[in-house]
């Protein structure tokens, strides 16, 4: 394990004090988890990436003057020449259960296809189901073909001529929450651990509950009373873990874990955990593959605890520093008005941290004090993003849109399609411009917000008059 990580290291966000990926206590063989620098910031993840022998070539003139232009930050196109033959090789994997093949098992995971990127595993301690290769639905008034017409109206509500959804919510439990959760778990299984836990609004929970079981951990929820969707609950209970209900909201509840696992011993999993936010990092990565790496000119998102705004941006970033794509998307992340402290923040140019009392319907983003504030706001500064938001009737009238497209989402999720429209009308956004927006939850997952209930339909003699008379034909 240590030789594994030893080109990866941990450093801090807020004054850059490096650490080495694995500690040891004084004394002791056991590894010990970092989550936070000794000044309290949160940690970042820094790997030196390093191409399979096979694809490695042989030194030369053209190399050297390659690697030139590396350190001056402007490399030509085909730089990222090797890094996208290794990705497209890996990718023409059929995206199911490998049997008796461990290795073509990570290649058909949407997360460890991109591994040289996110994480130096041994394979035999990596947990996947497999996750990722997630759909993207091309809904743009002139990209989306004539036999789609429920999905063109997403583009004729958005105003976008070129707009794609890539729904996360077709992750095994049903959220982008996989992506990460493969990564961290793998890494606590690295690390010994026999426990693992996560504050959650739900989504967290069920992901981290699927993989836990799946590495014989116990897995620890805990979750605010009251505001964790019915469909997430039962996910988290079906897959045998053991849930905490606290009085209070999710940063009450991202508090307390922090304290349990520092005193327990116990593996933390929220994204404060540096090494599951690199998981998510496949979203942006795999997005850039499925458009032949040709990078959007804006990528929209909802945004909560700012995981995935940190993320993706940071994929982005390294993709561009691989020369895997030639420019960076710009990034708008989406908060509900009741939940918006890092809108709040940038409305004045992030000069302070703002907090609120979060109340949302979306109660997937619903956090006052969101964990990965300082790099998301790195990402919108040096992507020249935008933060918005989205008021509760905008998020259910732009998730009508999406579930009558026949594609479907969870609220939270629904904060892409409204922050789009709210920002094309705005000008921020012009029409011709590609967009990529992320769902990031399966319209399951809850299954009584902004959705018709039972006892809704109506009840009629099992005869045709009858129903020509309901169906108005």
């Known amino acids: ?122 394979e035999h301690y990596i947990i996947s189901r497999p996750e990722g290769n997630t759909g993207m639905y091309p809904v743009g008034r002139e990209n989306c073909g004539p036999g789609r017409i429920g999905h063109r109206q997403l583009g004729l509500y958005a105003g976008l001529d070129r707009f794609f959804l890539k729904h996360e919510g077709e992750n095994p439990s049903g959220s982008f929450k996989d992506r990460g959760m493969t990564v961290g778990v793998t890494m606590a299984r690295m690390l010994g651990a026999r426990a693992v836990a996560c504050a959650s609004t739900g989504n967290t929970s069920a992901s981290l509950a699927s993989y836990a079981a799946q590495a014989g951990m116990r897995a620890i929820v805990f979750l605010p009373a009251g505001n964790v969707a019915g469909g997430k609950l039962a996910q988290s209970l079906a897959y045998g873990a053991t849930t905490v209900q606290i009085e209070g909201d999710f940063d009450d509840a991202m508090h307390l874990v922090e304290q349990v696992c520092n005193e327990l011993g116990i593996y933390l999993l929220n994204s404060l955990n540096p090494f599951r936010v690199e998981g998510q990092k496949a979203i942006g990565f795999e997005l850039l593959q499925q458009l032949d790496w040709q990078a959007p000119d804006w990528l929209v998102l909802p945004a909560g605890n700012l995981g995935n705004t940190s993320a993706i941006g940071k994929a982005f970033r390294q993709a561009y520093q691989l020369s895997l794509i030639s420019h960076l998307p710009r990034i708008a992340s989406i908060q509900a008005a009741g939940a918006n402290p890092f809108y709040r923040s940038f409305l004045h140019g992030f000069a302070s941290r703002e907090t609120v009392h979060a109340q949302t319907l979306a109660t997937a983003i619903k956090i006052g004090n969101p964990v990965s504030y300082t790099r998301a706001r790195r990402v919108i500064e040096e992507s020249d993003g935008i933060v918005e938001e989205v008021t509760d009737e905008e998020i259910l009238a732009a998730k009508v849109m999406i579930d009558r497209a026949g594609i479907g989402c969870e609220p939270a999720s629904a904060a892409t399609l409204a922050g789009v429209r709210k920002l094309v009308a705005r000008g921020v956004i012009k029409p011709d411009e590609r967009v990529v927006g992320i769902l990031t939850g399966n319209l399951l997952k809850d299954s009584k917000t902004g959705m018709p209930q039972e006892g809704s339909s109506i009840v009629v003699e099992p005869t045709v008059d009858a129903v020509r008379k309901v169906l108005h034909v």
């Open 1 to 122: 394990m240590v030789e594994a990580l030893a080109s990866t290291a941990l450093r801090c966000v807020e004054c850059a004090t490096l650490y080495p990926a694995v500690e040891f206590g004084q004394g002791s063989a056991q590894p010990l988890p970092r989550y936070r620098c000794a000044c309290g910031g949160v940690l970042d993840v820094e790997t030196q990436f390093t191409l399979p022998q096979a694809f490695q070539q042989e030194p030369s003139e053209s190399q050297d003057a390659l690697q030139a232009l590396e350190v001056s930050g402007d490399l030509p196109p085909m730089a990222g020449a090797a890094w996208r033959q290794l990705f497209e090789e890996r990718a023409e994997q059929p995206p199911i259960w490998a049997v008796g093949s461990d290795s073509m098992l990570l290649d058909s995971s949407g997360v460890w296809r991109y591994r040289e990127l996110i994480l130096s595993a041994p």
